[in-house]
């Protein structure tokens, strides 16, 4: 990948984090500032990433893959960060998932050669932008999503009016009742593959595919398995009548909360055709301090391999100042819904700071402190009477689901584990 734009992109004080009255600089020079965050060099709030976490968390998942026989395709609609994507490519991923075409285009614009758009390719532009793709570079290698005939013959038209030689390579996504997009039953299924074989040369039948993720309920894990075991089903038709493109059947599933089910049920699939097993937890990379924390301890309990390899890190933190202790149990946090996500968690409290203290490491908030509501700029902080925290001290916060802290912030801060800043990266939602 070719990240030189973004190393070379100016930042200055109109950026959301950066001190006012800054010349422009490059990103890549940011780690020659000397900023450290407990010292007070950068405004608060502040949205953070831990080094050391975001390497440990990578190590993690490389370890937890080659050890199940599996392989990853992190969707990148949690990061949306380049940066991040090559990371995790040079940490083994077969490819980048998006969600959707401006994903695509971001991810294409910067270098990614192989992609799965985790997605129907449905509207005229992302037909165009694919097949003008496809014909400009041999090595893209895309991957997308297909759960109708209707959606087969318009990709089809599509590919035969624009001349195009090589395949849109798709997968035949399998869904639930009450869920998203898929198709609920074999009868369906059947009709949908025989269609793409029909529609060669100009689609090409590569595999399977589900997202387990939604499924809710307190016998979670059962349904998730019942649904695999549907997606395997669909498999082994496709199997038994050849309708898959020459190669290995991918076989994909698995966000953030089951690839441990995800692998042992498709590694028991007993398909004739080689297969292989594509994952593609997005927030593995960051973890979390909520809800991901909490499917991990599931996991953990599920899977020996998992439990192991010892516990991912929160390498995603948005640090915020004391601003106001107006009742004896309540203080204001410089910290709300425009900067950190509230959609599952409100935000834990996990540090705090004292300016001007001699210590480089930040304490462990006592208990009985949590935030109560977000407004759009300021948290509630409910804390005991006798908290030592008082105004103008600084508060380091975990949150839950990544995804929709990400989107809240142009440039985030690469740490070191004493708060001093070693680099940023850049998002593009």
Not at 171 to 184: D, I, P
Not at 238 to 249: F, S, T
């Amino acid at each position: 990948m070719d990240l030189s734009e973004i190393e070379n992109s100016l930042l200055d004080g109109r950026i959301k984090g950066l001190p006012g009255g800054l010349a422009p600089f490059p990103l890549a020079a940011i780690g020659a500032k000397s900023w450290n965050v407990l010292a007070e060099d950068l405004p608060l709030p502040l949205c953070v990433l831990r080094r050391s976490a975001l390497e440990y968390n990578g190590n993690w998942m490389r370890a937890f893959l080659e050890r199940s026989a599996a392989v990853i395709s992190p969707h990148g609609k949690t990061t949306m960060s380049p940066q991040l994507f090559s990371r995790q490519i040079a940490d083994g991923a077969w490819a980048i998932t998006v969600g959707n075409v401006h994903q695509l285009q971001v991810a294409r614009h910067y270098g990614c050669e192989r992609i799965v758009l985790a997605n129907q390719l449905v509207g005229r532009q992302g037909l165009r932008f694919v097949l003008a793709e496809l014909a400009r570079d041999p090595k893209f290698d895309f991957y997308c999503l297909v759960d109708s005939v209707a959606l087969i013959d318009r990709m089809a038209d599509a590919a035969r009016a624009a001349g195009s030689t090589r395949p849109i390579q798709v997968f035949l996504e399998g869904g639930f009742a009450g869920g998203r997009t898929g198709v609920r039953d074999k009868k369906t299924a059947r009709e949908v593959a025989r269609a793409v074989k029909a529609a060669e040369p100009y689609l090409a039948l590569r595999g399977v595919e589900g997202f387990e993720g939604l499924i809710s309920g307190d016998d979670r894990a059962e349904r998730v398995g019942r649904f695999l075991d549907f997606l395997i089903d669909l498999a082994q038709m496709i199997d038994r009548e050849e309708l898959c493109a020459p190669g290995p059947m991918v076989l994909t599933a698995g966000g953030s909360a089951f690839y441990d089910i995800v692998v042992e049920k498709f590694h028991a699939a007993n398909l004739r055709r080689q297969t292989m097993i594509l994952t593609r937890s997005g927030c593995y990379l960051t973890h979390d301090s909520g809800m991901y924390a909490r499917h991990f301890t599931a996991i953990r309990g599920r899977s020996p391999l998992a439990a192991a390899l010892g516990e991912p890190q929160a390498a995603m933190e948005v640090w915020a100042y004391v601003q106001s202790r107006p009742e004896p149990t309540r203080a204001l946090v410089t910290m709300g819904k425009r900067d950190v996500s509230f959609d599952r968690d409100l935000p834990v409290p996990l540090k705090w700071h004292r300016p001007g203290a001699n210590a480089r490491t930040p304490r462990v908030v006592p208990p009985g402190h949590r935030i109560a509501a977000l407004n759009d700029q300021h948290g509630y902080l409910d804390l005991p009477a006798d908290s030592p925290m008082q105004v103008g001290d600084l508060v380091g916060f975990g949150i839950s689901h990544p995804c929709l802290t990400f989107d809240r912030w142009q440039t985030i801060m690469l740490v070191d584990d004493d708060y001093d800043v070693v680099g940023a990266v850049r998002t593009f939602f």
